[in-house]
């Protein structure tokens, strides 16, 4: 297997930063992962970078490391019944495709979740997210490569420790595995939709489904998606580029008492703010500096728009963190790495 040197990563992340690895390879199988990690161990320099899609990082300088990209491919059912299959999906799979492929068999559970960039391992690192559905709520289990030891570990939904946007992948296991496949557990039958975002609920009416599909409810999602977020391959972004804030009740009530406007929604043991609106309300929406800039539809999405270098971007989300944390005393943290 080739390990390259100074090899470019312009087109390896979705901001479209021209940066390089000083080492890199590209895996297709857990036989050439372990390869990767016999070449370079795990617990002597140089770090590692695992990339999906690379959908979800900044990079600020080159990488002095070994970046690995990880292309497994692979779609196998495990598991099926009159109403539920159980269907394993390899990590370098493409998160949309591999959602498209269940709506189509008529697998219901990740249709909210359309058209979130990135690869499948990479989905229950951040227990990824959209319009009332996370990925733990149809995961199964994960297999997943140790480095330090070269075995293999299946890991359930428990062991996982999801919470918002995180999991033990981003906190004390964070580095130590390589995610080598996901499983997830989708209804055939008797699937109970997820419609209670507002969005969802006017583009079914206003389509005049009464009566919708999950059909229906990946192509709502992908038309509001569509409408809202910008292609990085036309302009170069991460997506939302920070969490939604969650506040205890108490603290919730305080600040709509001084903003009534606030826009919020429930969440479990508190309240989710939404980080956009704070943002729009702080003035950044729209915002542009150079080629480094806030979309003019959604402030939650930070692009370049050409030549952006990873630091002017990441210099630009602290002048944002910095003026809500002002106008509204909260703390906005980053989903996107920052690298």
């Given amino acids: 297997m080739l390990i390259k040197e100074n090899h470019s990563l312009k087109n390896f992340n979705t901001f479209g930063i021209d940066v390089s690895a000083r080492y890199f390879a590209e895996v297709k199988t ?12 795990a617990e002597i320099t140089p770090p590692h970078l695992l990339l999906g899609g690379g959908s979800n990082l900044l990079f600020t300088a080159n990488y002095q490391g070994l970046v690995i990209k990880i292309n497994l491919k692979g779609l196998d059912v495990v598991e099926e019944n009159e109403s539920e299959v159980v ?41 990824i997210g959209a319009y009332g559905v996370e990925v733990k709520d149809c995961f199964e289990s994960l297999e997943a490569y140790e480095k330090s030891s070269g075995n293999l570990r299946n890991f359930s939904a428990e062991a996982c420790r999801f919470g918002y946007r995180d999991s033990i992948f981003k906190r004390e296991a964070k580095g130590e595995y390589v995610i080598l496949s996901v499983s997830f557990r989708l209804r055939k039958k008797d699937h109970l939709l997820k419609l209670g975002y507002g969005a969802i609920q006017t583009e079914l009416q206003q389509r005049g489904i009464s009566q919708p599909t999950i059909t229906h409810v990946r192509e709502v999602v992908c038309s509001i998606r569509q409408s809202k977020l910008p292609d990085p391959a036309v302009t170069g972004n991460a997506g939302s580029f920070f969490k939604n804030p969650v506040l205890k009740q108490a603290a919730y009530q305080r600040l709509r008492a001084e903003h009534p406007g606030l826009v919020a929604f429930p969440d479990k043991g508190g309240i989710k703010l939404a980080a956009g609106w704070l943002i729009e309300q702080a003035g950044w929406k729209g915002y542009r500096q150079g080629d480094a800039g806030v979309h003019p539809l959604q402030a939650l999405v930070l692009v370049n728009y050409g030549k952006a270098s990873g630091k002017e971007l990441a210099a630009l989300s602290e002048k944002i963190k910095a003026s809500v944390k002002k106008i509204f005393g909260v703390e906005l943290e980053t989903e996107v790495n920052i690298i």
């Fill in 87 to 127: 269907i394993k999906a390899a990590a370098g799979e493409d998160w949309d495709q591999f959602v498209e492929y269940c709506v189509l068999h008529g697998w219901g559970g990740l249709e909210n979740l359309s058209l979130i960039p990135g690869q499948v391992g990479s989905s229950p690192i951040q227990n």
């Fill in 30 to 41: 857990p036989e050439e992962l372990r390869q990767v990690f016999e070449r370079f161990p």
